[in-house]
């Protein structure tokens, strides 16, 4: 299987599979120097881990993460830096109906489609246990950008959406869902339990910002730092859309409505009126806060029977026992910060290595 690497000067390519005995990610292009060891990693891997409350899949995994290589004394020594966290609890039984039969929207038919062989346990590569391997790459990134800070929060689970009126990004991190608004957190509780008694799922929307890019990051053409963030996230399970500022909504704006009006600042500094762009115009960074929003559809694995074929192409139904995520894009905000940070990290090594230090 071809294609397990992402990045241009800083790249990470992750290995292993949800039911082996270990995954993890292989990180290229770090800069020697860095302070790093696991207590760096270990808390961004602690907010994705399975398992913590009713709300999330209760597959009990402790996501330790081990360095293996391309750190000594503390410090990156610039070469690949190896990272292993070891699977502990599957249950590869709970797959014994997947082997014979497809769950609708899942991978397992494109999989028998392209390779004519797939690993039915967990999803194999295809499924979002393969995301802890970018967590920990994601928290080597953000070490490689100190002067960016990334927040990301669930905006909403399937139709139900937060008030920004009452935004605390304080509450993204005291709450499961990664909302920062209290009194949504509050009725998400019974929408999940809801959902999850009856056998359904859910998607949701996330949206990430990173404060602190400076401006000139990205280039105008092929690598703009828009397309690079879209195409990433489009990398992360069950993505499905990705706007970057106003993303669609621009579409119906009118061109005054949509400028992100310019005007002298203090120091020397431009004063921005708007940012619909989401922090990025002709694929360079402008200075202000870059914004990505991500659409996660609901969880492909439920309980709730429904119509598919066999391998041998025989009509059937499917309902997936064992231990799913009722709403896979509660986990997927620290992934969709990881996947920011990687990005940036690379975004900012590109543009020294073309511009030096100017």
């Known amino acids: 299987m071809s294609w397990n690497t992402f990045g241009r000067v800083f790249r990470f390519t992750t290995w292993g599979e949800s039911h082996g005995p270990a995954l993890g990610v292989v990180v290229d292009g770090c800069p020697p120097g860095i302070a790093l060891s696991e207590e ?21 995994e402790a996501d330790e993460v081990r360095i293996l290589s391309g750190v000594f004394d503390g410090r990156t020594t610039g070469t690949p830096i190896s990272l292993m966290i070891e699977n502990t ?31 039915y346990r ?11 391997a970018r967590v920990a790459a994601g928290a ?26 009452n935004f605390d990004a304080e509450q993204t991190r005291s709450n499961p869902f990664f909302c920062p608004d209290a ?27 990173a404060r602190g890019v400076p401006a000139g990051w990205g280039a105008p053409i092929y690598a703009k730092l ?26 119906r704006l009118s061109g005054e409505e949509n400028a992100d009006t310019m005007q002298p600042g203090e120091n020397g500094e431009i004063a921005f ?11 360079i960074s402008t200075g202000q806060p870059v914004l990505t929003r991500v659409a996660f559809k609901p969880t492909s694995s439920i309980l709730t029977p429904v119509d598919t074929i066999t391998k041998e192409g025989e009509a059937t139904q499917i309902q997936t026992k064992g231990r799913h995520d009722p709403c896979v894009g509660i986990r997927g905000v620290p992934v969709v910060e990881a996947m920011m ?10 543009h020294r290595a073309q511009m030096g230090e100017r």
């Not at 967990?122 to 802890?132: I, L």
């Open 40 to 60: 760096h990693i270990q808390p961004f891997l602690d907010a994705r881990k399975p398992g913590q409350n009713r709300f999330t899949t209760q597959r009990r």
């Open 140 to 165: 080597i990134a953000r070490l490689v950008i100190p002067e960016v800070t990334i927040t990301g929060w669930t905006e909403a689970i399937g139709p139900h959406s937060i008030d920004y009126a």
């Open 273 to 283: 009126g708007a940012n619909h762009s989401g922090g990025t115009a002709g694929g």
């Open 341 to 350: 940070a990687l990005v940036l990290a690379d975004q900012k090594l590109l």
């Open 183 to 209: 009194e949504a957190a509050r009725a998400w509780e019974g929408v999940i339990d809801a959902t999850r008694k009856a056998g359904s799922s859910l998607g949701a929307t996330v949206a990430c910002e």
């Open 226 to 251: 828009d397309s690079e963030l879209a195409a990433a996230m489009m990398t992360i399970n069950a993505t499905k859309g990705v706007e970057i500022g106003d993303g669609f909504a621009a579409a």
């Open 89 to 119: 609890d599957q249950r590869s039984k709970d797959y014994s109906e997947v082997a014979k039969a497809y769950r609708p929207g899942h991978a397992d038919y494109t999989y028998d489609a392209k390779y004519g062989f797939r690993d």
């Open 122 to 132: 967990g999803g194999g590569r295809s499924s979002a246990r393969e995301t802890a």
